[in-house]
């Protein structure tokens, strides 16, 4: 009798085994409803704001509109006639060319500035604070100031020192204007782009330069075979973000040279504007649509890179 009770439940333990209860599947978490209602304004000022305005101006690109009354559709005529538009096609060779230009000063001066600032030396705070002052002043008051300064008082400087190249201001030679506006948009733009190496340094272990100090690397060797290749993701993103950024440029143009002499240092942001007040209106969305896309690109081609192949 024994034996046969220790049988059965000896039959039993698999089958109890076998009919354990699944856990239920697990729900997703449903968002509260407190905040959509707070998202529902910022979605709302956006569309406002941004989306419908960029859909309208598409949507006008492929008329003969002047920005208001009676317009008539006129297909891809804009279009065509931009391609082939000298002052278009200058405006965007001439913002190419500067954002190009820039990105390589400020990158090489961010660069500098950084590893400055996180070796040995004293007062790095305070030097950190006075480098980045720029980044948070006003485009237009900075270029108002140095457009004072390349008409004044670097001439005056030049005229005393018998500098003859610098006695007449750049601002208006038509060869040279382009310099000052590299020189104010970088001035302004070091401090985020050093903020961004200064993070990227601070990443790299010590303890791979002592190693490279003491198998007698210099300092331009560390540089070239542990900083850089260490450092590449964020290098990267200083590139594309800035040169993103640099071909809108536009307040300190306006300030620095307002597109002069003639039309030498207009962008395609100032030629863009330009349309709303000479009748170009249509015209001018679609010279804004091909901006646009061409910035969006530079935007996904960011995304890509800085998410697969940056080291960060």
Not at 195 to 214: C, H, K, W
Request: charged content about 10%; glycine content about 8%.
């Amino acid at each position: 009798m024994t034996t046969a009770t220790t049988s059965s439940r000896t039959a039993d333990a698999p089958t109890g085994a076998t009919t354990r209860s699944q856990p239920a599947p697990r729900r997703k978490p449903r968002a509260d409803r407190v905040y959509l209602w707070f998202l529902l304004p910022t979605l709302v000022l956006f569309t406002l704001s941004i989306t419908m305005p960029a859909v309208m101006g598409i949507f006008y690109s492929f008329t003969d509109s002047v920005g208001f009354g009676e317009f008539n559709f006129v297909g891809l005529n804009n279009y065509l006639v931009m391609f082939s538009d000298p002052a278009i096609l200058s405006s965007y060779g001439f913002t190419i060319g500067v954002a190009l230009c820039t990105v390589i000063l400020v990158n090489v001066v961010a660069l500098t500035l950084a590893i400055g600032l996180t070796s040995k030396i004293r007062a790095k705070t305070a030097l950190r604070t006075i480098f980045v002052m720029p980044m948070v002043v006003s485009g237009i008051i900075i270029a108002f100031v140095f457009q004072f300064i390349f008409a004044n008082t670097v001439p005056a400087a030049a005229q005393a020192l018998q500098l003859g190249v610098l006695e007449e201001s750049i601002l208006a030679d038509p060869d040279l204007a382009w310099i000052s506006i590299v020189l104010v948009t970088a001035w302004q733009a070091v401090p985020q782009a050093m903020l961004i190496y200064i993070a990227g340094l601070m990443t790299v272990p010590r303890d791979v330069y002592e190693a490279s100090a003491i198998d007698g690397a210099s300092a331009w060797k560390q540089l070239r075979s542990i900083t850089l290749p260490l450092i590449s993701g964020f290098v990267l993103i200083n590139v594309i973000i800035g040169f993103k950024d640099f071909l809108g440029t536009y307040e300190i143009i306006v300030g620095l040279t307002d597109g002069g002499p003639g039309t030498s240092t207009r962008s395609v942001a100032m030629t863009i504007f330009s349309g709303f007040d000479n009748g170009d209106y249509a015209y001018q969305m679609a010279n804004s649509t091909i901006f646009f896309l061409i910035t969006l690109a530079i935007a996904l081609i960011q995304l890509r890179l800085t998410r697969g192949n940056a080291r960060i």
